[in-house]
């Protein structure tokens, strides 16, 4: 079995495109994301939920990413919870939480393996595009 790159540079790719014909200055959150990589899945994901109700821009393009994380997951054999959530339902929010708390420990490391070199990607193109 050979490595397969589940086409993380072309989903970063669009993912940028996306969000630049949305509203260029969502394109900085390209540099937010990979910091928050290093505070763990269940922050990356909330992020979307924070900037919701004043950025929903911005928080269209996290959204989109946490999306196309999940999908490339999947395709990999590691389930992501991705519940829809309404950012004020606090009942909603922590299940989806547990949720992510409750991963494996290797399919965690796994998921901020992905997350990492996608949120690369995308400050790559975010760099071409600006």
């Avoid at 996306?18 to 959150?29: F, G, P, T, V």
């Avoid at 009942?91 to 991963?103: P, R």
């Avoid at 998921?111 to 949120?119: E, R």
């Amino acid at each position: 079995m050979g490595w397969k790159s589940y086409d993380l540079d072309r989903e970063a790719q669009q993912l940028v495109l996306n969000a630049k014909k949305r509203d260029e200055k969502s394109l900085n959150q390209s540099y937010k994301m990979r910091m928050a990589v290093a505070y763990g899945l269940e922050r990356f994901w909330g992020e979307h939920l924070r900037l919701q109700a004043k950025e929903p821009e911005k928080s269209q393009y996290w959204k989109e990413t946490w999306d196309a994380l999940v999908g490339i997951l999947k395709q990999a054999g590691v389930p992501i919870p991705n519940e829809p959530v309404n950012a004020n339902n606090v009942n909603q929010i922590q299940a989806m939480s547990e949720k992510l708390w409750q991963l494996r420990i290797d399919e965690q490391r796994v998921a901020l393996a992905v997350l990492t070199q996608l949120c690369d990607s995308l400050v790559w193109w975010t760099q071409r595009y600006k």
